[in-house]
């Protein structure tokens, strides 16, 4: 789009849209529930969860040992007692990944509605973006299955093919071909997880605020960006470059900012439980299922603490980053753009209170 601003264009209007929504004026309920929106909208972390493909593993030739399981290390089988518990373990940090994935993708929309429009309520902003955050969310665990099932095709079949050839059994003679393999499976595991990026960044910015403003599915809101990406591919590229640029600067700021905070408050909180230990201890209390529990209940609240405190500090971070985002993309979006522009001042009454002149008669 001719004259639309550039990534660099748009930092000075996101700052000044990040101190009207956390300083004019300065409200601690807003800044409270900003930083639920931190942690619940992904900012703070994020999940996954992983598979394995079903070959055939070539047999020993000891007769019953058709998977051959004799050419694994010993205390396999020690290792095997415990699969039952492995794979219950596996499943439930899959449901946990999959649950969180779930919360961050409704509160996406959450996050964008609450810097675009200073909408802030969790409950409220959880029933309006429902609907579209559980669309954006089976279109992430799609997306996330066809990178799996990519990724495992890639590196399966040539580590198939040295498993059948045995040609590690040859170092010594296969060393260069190893070194090829080796260095190929790093560059092409570097360039798949650089596009997963691009595309959730994507998602994200670009595809979240289309379904959001359009109320649109998030197949469709794709349909509308990518014609825009392959618009102004420079202009796009420039975008992620001082994204990155802006995220390791101010990220090394609020680094610092929040790790004076955490400190002030360890030492305090240090001393006040090593007092409640000395006094348990002085009590006559001892470690029991009681007092460990208690201790990690304790230890629990303290961490999710850490982790509020953390988020709280980070805020104005997060509300610039989806304020720049929504600058950036309010200059080539005309939808978005019109809501962003400040509203037109109210006409100006004639000074005597009569009727203005008609035009020609003044």
């Known amino acids: 789009m001719a004259g639309a601003k550039s990534a660099t264009d748009v930092i000075s209007p996101a700052f000044e849209r990040t101190k009207r929504q956390l300083l004019s004026p300065f409200r ?3 800044w409270a529930r900003l930083a639920v929106i931190a942690i619940l909208s992904g900012e703070m972390g994020s999940g996954g969860w992983n598979n394995a493909a079903n070959f055939n593993l070539p047999s020993s030739g000891k007769p019953g040992d058709k998977l051959g399981l004799a050419a694994f290390p010993p205390g396999i089988d020690e290792l095997m007692k415990y699969l039952p518990y492995i794979l219950i373990g596996v499943v439930a940090a899959m449901c946990l990944g999959a649950v969180l994935l779930y919360v961050q993708s409704v509160f996406r929309f959450v996050l964008f509605d609450a810097v675009l429009r200073g909408r802030c309520g969790i409950r409220e902003g959880w029933r309006r973006w429902r609907d579209a955050g559980s669309n954006l969310f089976l279109w992430q665990m799609g997306f ?4 799996l099932t990519v990724t495992a095709v ?13 040609i590690y059994e040859h170092a010594e003679e296969n060393i260069g071909l190893l070194i090829l393999l ?6 092409v595991f570097a360039v798949l997880v650089m596009a997963a990026m691009l595309v959730d ?4 910015d670009f595809v979240v605020p289309v379904m959001a403003m359009e109320n649109v599915r998030v197949m469709e809101g794709w349909r509308r960006v990518l014609p825009m990406l392959g618009a102004e591919k420079g202009a796009y590229a420039f975008y992620v470059v001082m994204k990155i640029a802006l995220s390791l600067g101010i990220g090394i700021l609020l680094g610092i900012a929040a790790t004076v905070v955490v400190l002030a408050l360890l030492i305090p909180v240090g001393m006040a439980a090593a007092a409640v230990v000395v006094a348990a201890a002085a009590a006559g209390l001892s470690w029991n299922v009681y007092t460990i529990g208690a201790a990690i209940a304790a230890g629990a609240v303290g961490i999710v603490g850490m982790m509020y405190l953390i988020a709280f500090v980070y805020a104005p971070g ?3 980053f989806q304020a720049y985002t929504l600058e950036f993309l309010g200059a080539r979006y005309a939808r978005l753009g019109a809501e962003l522009a400040p509203p037109a ?8 209170g009569g009727a203005l002149p008609a035009p020609g008669t003044a």
Do not use: H, I, N, Y
């Open 318 to 320: 997060m509300v610039f």
């Open 144 to 147: 996330e299955l066809v990178m």
């Open 28 to 30: 601690m309920g807003t």
């Open 201 to 204: 960044l994507a998602a994200r």
């Open 182 to 187: 080796g260095l190929l499976a790093v560059t």
């Open 345 to 352: 001042p109210p006409a100006q009454e004639p000074s005597d």
């Open 154 to 166: 890639v590196f399966g079949l040539p580590a198939l093919w040295v498993w059948r050839t045995k």
